[in-house]
């Protein structure tokens, strides 16, 4: 069980840790990374598994689970 104060503790460094990953900076350095790049086009079968997850999102997935 954890106490009080190592559940603060958590909390604060969580927030921190968000914090840190949304200033602009870092932002800025991790787009200099290969793995954090984007990509101009994406295969066509990833924009469909895109296109279908979206339409699940708005509640039109086409397909029902029984």
């Given at each position: 069980?954890?106490?009080?104060?190592?559940?603060?503790?958590?909390?604060?460094?969580?927030?921190?840790?968000?914090?840190?990953?949304?200033?602009?900076?870092?932002?800025?350095?991790?787009?200099?990374?290969?793995a954090?790049?984007?990509?101009?086009?994406?295969?066509?079968?990833?924009?469909?598994?895109?296109?279908?997850?979206?339409?699940?999102?708005d509640?039109?997935?086409?397909?029902?689970?029984?």
């Amino acid at each position: 069980m954890m106490t009080r104060n190592k559940g603060e503790k958590g909390e604060r460094l969580a927030t921190e840790v968000r914090r840190q990953f949304g200033a602009e900076a870092v932002t800025r350095f991790l787009r200099t990374l290969p793995a954090f790049r984007t990509e101009a086009e994406i295969p066509d079968r990833l924009r469909e598994l895109l296109d279908r997850l979206d339409g699940a999102e708005d509640g039109d997935a086409g397909w029902r689970r029984q």
